[in-house]
């Protein structure tokens, strides 16, 4: 029994007449099956090119006849389908032999004897001469059906043909093969090779094309000057596809000139406000870049980045924006978003534009966050509320600068300026930063505001003080400011002090309760003195230890000697600090003050541990408090001489270094209370086992060489002794070891 299946078997196996004749029988029924319907165009789809390729054309009618037949809709798109079955490419071959079978017709009546040009025709000749293979493109596609291949064939030839003619520079006949070439449909989905060098054919075609070739050519061998000359004579009439490539040469261009130094800024602020009209991606790499070029010429102040950040968008970073970077020797660079925002805030704080405040304020708030440990974001913002009138809101983040800045004159000016309301806590603030040490030259503005400050509240003396300070270090026009305070009948009568120091003083402590009001006074102990040296040919530095209670360890912190304010205090007094936790280091010491109950080391507990070996050559002892709890100290730090094994009652501290924490001896006695069982055992009665020089107990105890030669131990001996407990850095693990031994 004849079957569709049949047939295709026997169109596979080569047999196209046998199939052919059994695919007519099957559709010489009223109602033929869908699968017989293609059966039947599959192989008159195969006849036909098979007898167009043998210049024989006496079936090719009857052929087209039973084409036509079959049963044929259009889908969505357009195309023609078999119904209800569909198959692409069975839809384009038909629709190719049909149109196969009219080229014929008219060759016919053309009297040329019928012979026609099939795509494949087309494709050979276009390898050998593209000149005919367009003229036999043209032909193919010349007839009233033309299919889908011929149609290829004709772009592909107008495409090389487009090129040729670009490169050559011959533009007199391109517009005529683009309008050509627009009117082939190409279905981007189905051969995305031909719709993209279409593209890029037609873009060869648009009257730009040349100058845009030139300025491409120049960027590949990094001549970025005159790829921007080429640019530059289409801008701003620069197409929209091209901004990307023009905008990179811009940065590129502008990059080498600022290697070059300072007498090419203005030629690259020119490129900037150039980039700032393209129509650019964003967030993308080359606006992040730009973004980059920005800040590097606002570092050399000659560029206001407060201003041009708003222009270059402020939500338009990249996430790789906000990644810091850190070099091999572990040292952290600021991400491009923190850095430039930062620097954008000190360029308008300068420049005292609201504006700009109330535009960049909102990403400095978002971004603060981020980055808990960059203090100038939080003075910036700070910066900005008292600018904007917001001073109450502002005094929160002026507290939190002082803090991380006690020392900063400036800092405490900050905080006083939110007061401009309460007179006496702003005195008290520029009272604390008058006394802080500062170039007398920086503070010119500071002494401005005191004297004015002073004179309102009545105490003309000081004023007067200030005012003459401020005239000696003052340039005319600063002078020309104090002129409504010098013309005051008071001025001429105060008493001139030869300083403010002692009034301030008096007056700086209430700063310090403004700032540590809600911070609560914690006990401590004061430290010894220690020498910091210098680098770089500073001189060396003088330092405080101050022990702050944290659990079994009080902390060790330590604050500039100079800034404790009890210099011969001894090491172990009783003291009260105020502190916070930072991120960055655990405490910070805002404030010491003696406590008036309290013993020396009160805040320390007593532990015993035990000496795990004593080094004679550099003068230390190592000790084991509890596992993972070991550290060395000095042999000047105990009264009497310790062995290997003897107890020890120390006194420590913890403190934090680059290699995360450690432990620290403050105090040491000898002992003869036993340590914990955790790090110390006695055992008896043990089989030893011996292996050359070393040693161990049935129990697993190890015996060094030195115990068994001082013992002369032999394997089998049964023993008893001490142990303690020992990390062996080789096997990574912590076992234990006899420090004492005798035979039993």
């Known amino acids: 029994m004849d079957t569709s299946k049949e047939v295709f078997s026997l169109r596979k196996a080569g047999q196209l007449s046998e199939a052919y004749r059994m695919a007519v029988r099957l559709n010489n029924v009223s109602a033929p099956d869908i699968w017989d319907m293609r059966a039947l165009a599959w192989c008159l789809v195969d006849l036909v090119d098979l007898e167009i390729s043998q210049d024989n054309y006496q079936n090719l009618h009857r052929y087209s006849q039973q084409l036509e037949r079959i049963r044929v809709g259009k889908d969505e798109a357009g195309y023609d389908v078999l119904t209800p079955v569909e198959d692409a490419v069975l839809i384009a071959r038909r629709r190719r032999a049909l149109s196969l079978i009219d080229q014929v017709k008219a060759s016919q009546r053309e009297g040329s004897g019928g012979k026609i040009i099939t795509y494949k025709d087309i494709y050979a000749k276009r390898k050998e001469n ?10 193919a596609a010349a007839g009233s059906n033309p299919s889908e291949m011929e149609l290829h064939a004709l772009a592909w030839c107008l495409v090389d043909i487009i090129k040729r003619d670009f490169l050559s520079g ?3 006949n391109l517009e005529a093969y683009s309008q050509q070439l627009q009117k082939i449909k190409v279905n981007a989905q189905r051969n995305d090779v031909l719709a993209t060098q279409q593209a890029y054919a037609l873009s060869m075609c648009e009257p730009s094309a040349p100058i845009i070739f030139q300025a491409q050519e120049h960027s590949k061998q990094e001549n970025y000057a005159e790829a921007i000359r080429c640019y530059n004579k289409l801008f701003p009439n620069i197409p929209q596809k091209y901004h990307t490539s023009f905008g990179w040469d811009l940065y590129r261009h502008s990059k080498q000139l600022h290697m070059q130094g300072q007498h090419t800024v203005l030629q690259i602020k020119r490129y900037l406000q150039q980039y700032l009209t393209l129509d650019i991606e964003k967030p993308s790499k080359l606006h992040s870049a730009i973004l980059w070029l920005a800040k590097e010429i606002a570092k050399g102040g000659n560029l206001d980045l407060g201003a041009f950040l708003p222009l270059w968008g402020l939500n338009f970073f990249r996430q790789e924006d906000f990644e810091r970077s850190v070099a091999n020797d572990g040292r952290q660079f600021p991400a491009l978003a923190e850095d430039a925002i930062q620097r954008a805030c000190k360029a308008t704080v300068k420049s005292k534009k609201k504006e700009n405040m109330q535009r960049i304020f909102p990403v400095l708030e978002n971004i603060i966050d981020q980055y808990p440990d960059n203090i100038w974001l939080v003075y910036y913002k700070a910066k900005f509320l008292l600018d904007l009138d917001r001073s109450i809101e502002a005094q929160k983040y002026c507290r939190a600068v002082c803090k991380n800045k006690l020392n900063e004159f400036w800092a405490w000016e900050l905080l006083g300026d939110t007061y401009s309301n309460d007179q006496q806590s702003a005195l008290a603030c520029y009272s604390k930063a008058l006394l802080c040490p500062a170039e007398e030259s920086l503070t010119i503005k500071l002494r401005r505001k005191a004297a004015q400050l002073l004179a309102e509240l009545g105490h003309y003396s000081q004023a007067k003080f200030e005012i003459t300070v401020h005239q000696n270090l003052s340039q005319n026009k600063q002078m020309q400011e104090m002129e409504f305070l010098t013309s005051q009948e008071w001025f001429h009568k105060a008493t001139l002090p030869s300083s403010n120091k002692d009034f301030y003083m008096a007056h700086a402590d209430m700063a310090e309760e403004l700032l540590l009001a809600d911070v609560p006074w914690v006990d401590a102990a004061a430290g010894e003195t220690f020498t910091v040296p210098g680098k770089d040919g500073k001189p060396n530095r003088l330092r405080r230890r101050i022990y702050i209670p944290t659990g079994s360890f009080p902390l060790e912190e330590s604050c500039p000697e100079k800034f404790f304010p009890y210099p011969n205090l001894p090491p172990g007094s009783p003291i009260s600090v105020k502190g916070e936790g930072r991120q960055d280091k655990p405490y ?3 404030s010491i003050t003696q406590r008036e109950t309290g013993m020396p080391w009160d805040i320390f507990s007593m532990h015993v541990g035990v000496i795990s070996f004593v080094n004679k050559e550099k003068y230390v002892y190592h000790i084991l408090i509890k596992r993972g709890i070991e550290t060395f100290f000095h042999f000047n730090q105990i009264d009497e001489r310790v062995n ?24 040491a006695e000898k002992t003869t209370q036993q340590p914990t069982s955790e790090i110390y055992k006695i055992f008896s009665f043990d089989v030893v086992s011996i292996s050359g020089e070393i040693g161990f107990t049935d129990s697993n105890i190890f015996i060094p060489p030195n115990i068994i030669r001082a013992n002369h131990l032999e394997d089998g001996d049964i023993v008893s002794g001490s142990a303690m407990l020992n990390y062996n850095k080789k096997k990574s693990e912590w076992s234990w070891k006899a420090i004492s031994i005798k035979a039993t």
């Open 130 to 139: 593209i000149n005919e293979a367009y003229q036999m493109a043209l032909q």
């Open 588 to 590: 910070q010491i805002l």
């Open 644 to 667: 290997e094994g003897d107890f020890v009652m120390a006194r420590i501290a913890q403190f934090h270094d680059k290699q995360g924490k450690k432990y620290r001896i403050v105090s």
């Open 170 to 172: 011959t533009y007199q």
